[in-house]
Protein backbone atom coordinates (compact mmCIF):
# COMPACT_ATOMS: atom_id res chain seq x y z
CA UNK A 1 0.00 0.00 0.00
CA UNK A 2 1.96 2.70 -1.24
CA UNK A 3 1.11 5.91 -3.22
CA UNK A 4 3.45 6.25 -6.22
CA UNK A 5 4.46 9.53 -7.77
CA UNK A 6 1.80 11.70 -9.88
CA UNK A 7 -1.00 9.90 -8.35
CA UNK A 8 -2.54 13.04 -5.77
CA UNK A 9 -2.57 16.31 -7.31
CA UNK A 10 0.31 18.76 -6.26
CA UNK A 11 -1.19 20.87 -3.40
CA UNK A 12 -2.49 17.68 -1.77
CA UNK A 13 0.90 15.94 -2.11
CA UNK A 14 2.66 19.52 -0.67
CA UNK A 15 0.48 19.84 2.02
CA UNK A 16 1.00 16.23 3.13
CA UNK A 17 4.51 17.20 3.05
CA UNK A 18 3.67 19.99 5.35
CA UNK A 19 1.68 18.23 7.39
CA UNK A 20 3.88 15.43 7.64
CA UNK A 21 7.00 17.65 8.78
CA UNK A 22 5.49 18.94 11.80
CA UNK A 23 4.16 15.85 12.65
CA UNK A 24 7.55 14.53 12.49
CA UNK A 25 8.94 17.52 14.32
CA UNK A 26 6.50 16.76 17.29
CA UNK A 27 7.58 12.83 17.18
CA UNK A 28 11.22 13.73 17.03
CA UNK A 29 10.44 16.09 20.44
CA UNK A 30 8.26 13.41 22.05
CA UNK A 31 11.27 10.95 21.66
CA UNK A 32 13.19 10.26 24.41
CA UNK A 33 16.83 10.02 23.73
CA UNK A 34 17.43 6.73 25.51
CA UNK A 35 14.80 4.97 23.64
CA UNK A 36 16.59 5.36 20.20
CA UNK A 37 17.70 1.99 19.79
CA UNK A 38 14.14 0.68 20.90
CA UNK A 39 13.17 3.34 17.79
CA UNK A 40 16.09 2.18 15.34
CA UNK A 41 14.74 -1.43 15.88
CA UNK A 42 11.04 -0.86 15.12
CA UNK A 43 12.35 1.46 11.97
CA UNK A 44 14.36 -1.75 10.86
CA UNK A 45 11.44 -3.74 11.28
CA UNK A 46 8.76 -2.10 9.71
CA UNK A 47 11.49 -1.15 6.76
CA UNK A 48 12.39 -5.08 6.02
CA UNK A 49 8.31 -5.92 7.01
CA UNK A 50 7.59 -4.24 3.80
CA UNK A 51 9.32 -7.32 2.11
CA UNK A 52 7.04 -9.81 3.42
CA UNK A 53 4.69 -10.84 0.82
CA UNK A 54 1.65 -12.66 1.71
CA UNK A 55 0.46 -14.27 -2.00
CA UNK A 56 -3.15 -13.12 -2.85
CA UNK A 57 -4.66 -14.97 -6.09
CA UNK A 58 -2.61 -13.03 -8.96
CA UNK A 59 -1.20 -10.44 -6.70
CA UNK A 60 0.55 -9.99 -3.28
CA UNK A 61 0.54 -7.74 -0.65
CA UNK A 62 2.74 -6.67 2.12
CA UNK A 63 2.53 -6.44 5.79
CA UNK A 64 2.40 -3.01 6.92
CA UNK A 65 2.89 -2.87 10.55
CA UNK A 66 1.41 0.29 11.67
CA UNK A 67 0.28 -1.27 14.64
CA UNK A 68 3.27 -2.79 16.01
CA UNK A 69 5.31 0.20 15.26
CA UNK A 70 2.41 2.30 17.12
CA UNK A 71 2.27 0.10 20.25
CA UNK A 72 6.47 -0.42 20.65
CA UNK A 73 7.14 3.51 19.83
CA UNK A 74 4.14 5.68 20.79
CA UNK A 75 4.37 8.94 20.15
CA UNK A 76 8.00 7.99 18.13
CA UNK A 77 6.08 5.76 15.90
CA UNK A 78 5.93 8.39 13.33
CA UNK A 79 9.42 8.90 13.04
CA UNK A 80 10.56 5.59 12.87
CA UNK A 81 7.98 5.12 9.78
CA UNK A 82 8.61 8.21 8.32
CA UNK A 83 12.63 7.52 8.20
CA UNK A 84 11.72 3.49 6.86
CA UNK A 85 9.52 4.95 4.21
CA UNK A 86 12.03 7.12 2.74
CA UNK A 87 14.68 4.51 2.94
CA UNK A 88 11.60 2.12 1.44
CA UNK A 89 11.30 4.72 -1.79
CA UNK A 90 14.82 5.32 -1.58
CA UNK A 91 15.73 2.01 -2.11
CA UNK A 92 12.96 -0.01 -3.09
CA UNK A 93 11.41 2.05 -4.70
CA UNK A 94 8.34 1.91 -2.93
CA UNK A 95 6.46 4.96 -3.54
CA UNK A 96 7.47 8.32 -4.88
CA UNK A 97 9.14 10.29 -2.93
CA UNK A 98 6.81 12.99 -4.28
CA UNK A 99 3.68 11.12 -2.56
CA UNK A 100 7.04 10.83 1.17
CA UNK A 101 4.72 13.15 2.97
CA UNK A 102 1.13 11.24 1.78
CA UNK A 103 2.79 7.93 2.38
CA UNK A 104 3.72 8.88 5.77
CA UNK A 105 0.66 10.03 7.14
CA UNK A 106 -0.96 7.37 5.82
CA UNK A 107 1.19 4.89 7.77
CA UNK A 108 2.13 7.01 10.62
CA UNK A 109 -1.21 8.25 11.61
CA UNK A 110 -2.49 5.02 12.37
CA UNK A 111 0.86 3.66 14.19
CA UNK A 112 0.06 6.90 16.32
CA UNK A 113 -3.61 6.04 16.71
CA UNK A 114 -2.57 2.66 17.56
CA UNK A 115 0.12 3.81 19.77
CA UNK A 116 -2.86 5.98 21.93
CA UNK A 117 -5.90 3.02 22.05
CA UNK A 118 -3.35 0.28 22.64
CA UNK A 119 -2.56 2.53 26.19
CA UNK A 120 -5.58 3.48 26.81
CA UNK A 121 -7.19 -0.61 26.62
CA UNK A 122 -4.64 -2.63 27.66
CA UNK A 123 -5.05 -2.35 31.53
CA UNK A 124 -3.14 -4.52 33.62
CA UNK A 125 -3.57 -8.09 32.92
CA UNK A 126 -1.89 -10.20 30.14
CA UNK A 127 -5.16 -11.29 28.41
CA UNK A 128 -6.57 -7.39 27.90
CA UNK A 129 -2.86 -6.67 26.62
CA UNK A 130 -3.12 -9.51 23.99
CA UNK A 131 -6.50 -8.68 22.71
CA UNK A 132 -5.19 -5.15 22.88
CA UNK A 133 -2.60 -5.94 20.67
CA UNK A 134 -4.56 -7.98 18.37
CA UNK A 135 -7.12 -5.60 18.17
CA UNK A 136 -4.89 -2.33 17.03
CA UNK A 137 -2.70 -4.80 15.16
CA UNK A 138 -5.58 -5.52 12.60
CA UNK A 139 -6.97 -1.27 13.20
CA UNK A 140 -3.64 0.12 11.86
CA UNK A 141 -3.80 -1.61 8.41
CA UNK A 142 -8.12 -0.48 8.19
CA UNK A 143 -6.76 2.95 9.28
CA UNK A 144 -4.39 2.99 6.92
CA UNK A 145 -6.79 1.69 4.12
CA UNK A 146 -9.15 4.42 5.02
CA UNK A 147 -6.79 7.35 4.68
CA UNK A 148 -5.41 5.44 1.57
CA UNK A 149 -8.83 5.73 0.19
CA UNK A 150 -8.96 9.86 1.20
CA UNK A 151 -6.39 10.65 -0.17
CA UNK A 152 -6.88 9.11 -4.01
CA UNK A 153 -10.22 10.49 -3.11
CA UNK A 154 -8.42 14.20 -3.38
CA UNK A 155 -7.15 13.30 -6.82
CA UNK A 156 -10.29 12.41 -7.95
CA UNK A 157 -10.95 8.78 -7.11
CA UNK A 158 -14.06 7.32 -5.62
CA UNK A 159 -13.57 6.99 -2.03
CA UNK A 160 -15.47 4.10 -1.08
CA UNK A 161 -14.56 2.22 -4.10
CA UNK A 162 -10.51 3.09 -3.20
CA UNK A 163 -11.04 2.06 0.35
CA UNK A 164 -13.32 -1.37 -0.20
CA UNK A 165 -10.45 -2.64 -2.78
CA UNK A 166 -7.94 -1.85 -0.23
CA UNK A 167 -9.76 -3.26 2.76
CA UNK A 168 -10.63 -6.14 1.11
CA UNK A 169 -7.30 -6.55 -0.28
CA UNK A 170 -5.98 -6.20 3.13
CA UNK A 171 -7.80 -8.31 5.23
CA UNK A 172 -5.52 -11.19 5.06
CA UNK A 173 -2.46 -9.11 6.40
CA UNK A 174 -4.96 -7.57 9.26
CA UNK A 175 -5.44 -11.42 9.72
CA UNK A 176 -1.99 -12.13 10.05
CA UNK A 177 -0.88 -8.35 11.66
CA UNK A 178 -3.69 -9.03 14.38
CA UNK A 179 -1.95 -12.50 15.41
CA UNK A 180 1.84 -10.82 15.37
CA UNK A 181 0.98 -8.32 17.38
CA UNK A 182 -1.13 -10.10 19.59
CA UNK A 183 1.72 -12.56 19.99
CA UNK A 184 4.18 -9.75 20.17
CA UNK A 185 2.47 -7.72 23.08
CA UNK A 186 1.82 -11.50 25.02
CA UNK A 187 6.06 -12.50 24.80
CA UNK A 188 7.00 -8.83 25.85
CA UNK A 189 4.50 -8.36 28.64
CA UNK A 190 6.37 -11.76 30.08
CA UNK A 191 9.49 -11.78 29.06
CA UNK A 192 10.11 -7.72 29.22
CA UNK A 193 7.10 -5.32 30.17
CA UNK A 194 8.71 -2.58 29.99
CA UNK A 195 9.17 -2.00 26.25
CA UNK A 196 5.30 -2.25 26.23
CA UNK A 197 5.23 1.42 28.62
CA UNK A 198 5.58 4.83 26.87
CA UNK A 199 6.98 7.65 28.22
CA UNK A 200 5.12 10.54 29.37
CA UNK A 201 5.97 14.02 28.98
CA UNK A 202 8.03 15.83 27.10
CA UNK A 203 10.38 13.10 26.43
CA UNK A 204 13.59 15.06 26.67
CA UNK A 205 14.75 13.43 29.50
CA UNK A 206 17.31 11.29 29.85
CA UNK A 207 17.00 7.75 32.16
CA UNK A 208 18.73 9.60 34.67
CA UNK A 209 15.81 12.11 35.17
CA UNK A 210 18.45 14.53 33.88
CA UNK A 211 16.02 16.90 32.10
CA UNK A 212 17.87 18.41 28.46
CA UNK B 1 1.84 -25.87 -108.32
CA UNK B 2 4.40 -23.17 -107.46
CA UNK B 3 1.43 -21.23 -106.95
CA UNK B 4 -0.27 -24.24 -104.66
CA UNK B 5 3.21 -23.78 -102.94
CA UNK B 6 2.89 -20.27 -102.52
CA UNK B 7 -0.46 -20.45 -101.02
CA UNK B 8 0.09 -23.29 -98.76
CA UNK B 9 3.49 -21.32 -97.80
CA UNK B 10 1.36 -18.08 -97.77
CA UNK B 11 -1.37 -20.68 -95.71
CA UNK B 12 1.60 -21.35 -93.24
CA UNK B 13 2.60 -17.80 -93.14
CA UNK B 14 -0.99 -16.33 -92.29
CA UNK B 15 -1.94 -19.12 -89.90
CA UNK B 16 1.34 -18.24 -87.56
CA UNK B 17 0.52 -14.67 -88.38
CA UNK B 18 -3.45 -15.37 -87.02
CA UNK B 19 -1.86 -17.54 -84.20
CA UNK B 20 0.56 -14.36 -83.11
CA UNK B 21 -2.16 -12.12 -83.28
CA UNK B 22 -4.33 -14.47 -81.03
CA UNK B 23 -1.44 -14.46 -78.32
CA UNK B 24 -0.80 -11.08 -78.01
CA UNK B 25 -4.50 -10.11 -78.80
CA UNK B 26 -5.10 -12.71 -75.45
CA UNK B 27 -2.43 -10.82 -73.24
CA UNK B 28 -2.56 -7.47 -74.98
CA UNK B 29 -5.89 -5.72 -73.58
CA UNK B 30 -4.75 -6.42 -70.15
CA UNK B 31 -0.24 -6.18 -70.12
CA UNK B 32 -0.26 -3.42 -72.82
CA UNK B 33 3.24 -4.54 -73.69
CA UNK B 34 5.51 -7.53 -73.46
CA UNK B 35 7.30 -6.22 -70.21
CA UNK B 36 4.32 -6.09 -68.57
CA UNK B 37 3.24 -10.10 -68.68
CA UNK B 38 5.28 -11.55 -66.56
CA UNK B 39 3.20 -9.85 -63.07
CA UNK B 40 0.10 -10.34 -65.12
CA UNK B 41 0.14 -13.75 -65.80
CA UNK B 42 0.96 -15.25 -61.76
CA UNK B 43 -2.55 -12.66 -61.17
CA UNK B 44 -4.30 -14.27 -64.28
CA UNK B 45 -3.23 -17.89 -62.46
CA UNK B 46 -4.48 -16.85 -59.49
CA UNK B 47 -7.93 -15.30 -60.27
CA UNK B 48 -8.37 -19.05 -61.72
CA UNK B 49 -7.65 -20.76 -58.53
CA UNK B 50 -9.36 -17.79 -55.82
CA UNK B 51 -11.31 -19.31 -53.96
CA UNK B 52 -9.26 -22.62 -52.72
CA UNK B 53 -6.33 -20.66 -52.48
CA UNK B 54 -7.25 -17.81 -50.62
CA UNK B 55 -9.08 -19.83 -48.13
CA UNK B 56 -5.74 -21.82 -47.67
CA UNK B 57 -3.55 -18.70 -47.16
CA UNK B 58 -6.14 -16.97 -44.29
CA UNK B 59 -6.11 -20.31 -42.45
CA UNK B 60 -2.45 -20.57 -42.70
CA UNK B 61 -2.48 -17.12 -41.98
CA UNK B 62 -5.21 -17.27 -39.07
CA UNK B 63 -2.86 -20.40 -37.57
CA UNK B 64 0.42 -18.43 -38.00
CA UNK B 65 -1.24 -15.39 -35.87
CA UNK B 66 -2.46 -17.62 -33.51
CA UNK B 67 0.90 -19.45 -32.93
CA UNK B 68 2.75 -16.03 -32.81
CA UNK B 69 -0.24 -14.43 -30.42
CA UNK B 70 0.51 -17.33 -28.11
CA UNK B 71 4.14 -16.64 -28.15
CA UNK B 72 3.94 -13.31 -27.45
CA UNK B 73 1.48 -14.24 -24.61
CA UNK B 74 4.12 -16.04 -23.30
CA UNK B 75 7.17 -13.39 -23.76
CA UNK B 76 4.71 -11.05 -22.47
CA UNK B 77 4.29 -13.17 -19.19
CA UNK B 78 7.71 -13.75 -18.90
CA UNK B 79 8.98 -9.69 -19.18
CA UNK B 80 6.53 -9.61 -16.31
CA UNK B 81 7.94 -11.68 -14.16
CA UNK B 82 11.97 -10.38 -14.88
CA UNK B 83 10.28 -7.14 -14.35
CA UNK B 84 8.89 -7.85 -11.05
CA UNK B 85 12.24 -9.97 -10.05
CA UNK B 86 14.21 -6.99 -10.93
CA UNK B 87 11.87 -4.64 -8.99
CA UNK B 88 12.17 -6.56 -5.59
CA UNK B 89 15.48 -5.56 -3.95
CA UNK B 90 17.84 -8.07 -3.27
CA UNK B 91 19.38 -8.86 0.00
CA UNK B 92 22.54 -6.43 -0.59
CA UNK B 93 19.65 -3.48 -0.33
CA UNK B 94 17.84 -4.67 2.50
CA UNK B 95 21.17 -4.52 4.33
CA UNK B 96 22.01 -1.48 3.39
CA UNK B 97 18.70 0.18 4.67
CA UNK B 98 19.36 -1.51 7.81
CA UNK B 99 22.36 -0.21 8.04
CA UNK B 100 21.21 3.50 7.40
CA UNK B 101 18.87 3.00 10.12
CA UNK B 102 21.29 1.78 12.67
CA UNK B 103 23.52 4.39 11.39
CA UNK B 104 21.41 6.88 12.05
CA UNK B 105 19.89 6.24 14.88
CA UNK B 106 23.58 5.19 16.44
CA UNK B 107 24.63 8.75 15.59
CA UNK B 108 21.60 10.51 17.44
CA UNK B 109 21.87 8.30 20.22
CA UNK B 110 25.57 8.44 20.47
CA UNK B 111 24.97 12.65 20.46
CA UNK B 112 22.29 11.95 22.76
CA UNK B 113 24.29 10.30 25.13
CA UNK B 114 27.69 11.95 25.41
CA UNK B 115 25.66 15.07 25.80
CA UNK B 116 24.30 13.11 28.53
CA UNK B 117 27.55 12.45 30.12
CA UNK B 118 28.67 15.72 29.67
CA UNK B 119 25.82 16.58 31.64
CA UNK B 120 26.56 14.52 34.49
CA UNK B 121 30.29 14.88 34.92
CA UNK B 122 29.32 18.28 34.84
CA UNK B 123 26.99 18.06 37.62
CA UNK B 124 29.44 15.35 39.61
Given at each position: MHISDGVLPTQVAVGCYVLGAVVVAWSTYRTRGDDLPKVALATASFFVASLVHVPLGPTSVHLLIPGIVGVLLGPSAFLAIAVGLTLQSM?????GLTALGANALMMGIPALVCGRLFQALRGSSRQRAVAAGALVGALGVALAALILGLLLYSGGEDFLGVAQLALAAHLPVMVIEAAVTAFMVGFLSRV????LELPLGSGRQDALGVKA | MASRIGFKAGGRALLMALVAAFALGLLGPDSGGAQNAAPAEPAGEQQVSQPADYGQVLSLLQAQKAELGQELRRLHRELAAVKQQLEEPGLGTVFSGIGYILGLFGTAFFIHARAAYQRRSRED
Open positions: LFQFGKPEL | -
